[in-house]
Nanobody
Framework: QVQLVESGGGSVQAGGSLRLSCAAS????????LAWFRQAPGKEREGVAA????????YYADSVKGRFTISQDNAKNTVYLQMNMLKPEDTAMYYC???????????????????WGQGTQVTVSS
């Protein structure tokens, strides 16, 4: 089992920045891919960023490329999502997720992820 706890959400004006954190505990060595998803009210959950825990690849949705950066601190078992130049359309609940195989195959297929955090709300006002 892997437990994931997100933090760092909040309210910010358009153009601002936030950094989300996802602290992992439990059988973290089994996680090969860590990803951030988001879900806005009335919309489907969508993947925004993913990375292989052992290095070797990061993935971004087109909507966030150049604005969001995913990174990890292995010593702290924590994955971060740095979000810059935020837009009102980035408003959503953000979730951290992990799965048992690498990100390269279908990184945005939410059903392939085994573990999920509880989410942290991000609200961007215009």
């Amino acid at each position: 089992q892997v437990q994931l706890v997100e933090s760092g959400g909040g309210s910010v004006q358009a153009g601002g920045s936030l950094r989300l954190s996802c602290a992992a505990s439990g059988a973290t060595s089994s996680s090969k891919c860590l990803a951030w998803f988001r879900q806005a009210p009335g919309k489907e959950r969508e993947g925004v960023a993913a990375m292989n825990t052992g290095g070797g690849g990061t993935y971004y949705a087109d909507s966030v490329k150049g604005r969001f950066t995913i990174s990890q601190d292995n010593a702290k078992n924590t994955v971060y999502l740095q979000m810059n130049m935020l837009k009102p359309e980035d408003t959503a609940m953000y979730y951290c997720a992990s799965r048992l195989w690498f990100c390269g195959s279908a990184p945005w297929a939410s059903y392939t992820y085994n573990y999920w955090g509880q989410g942290t709300q991000v609200t961007v006002s215009s």
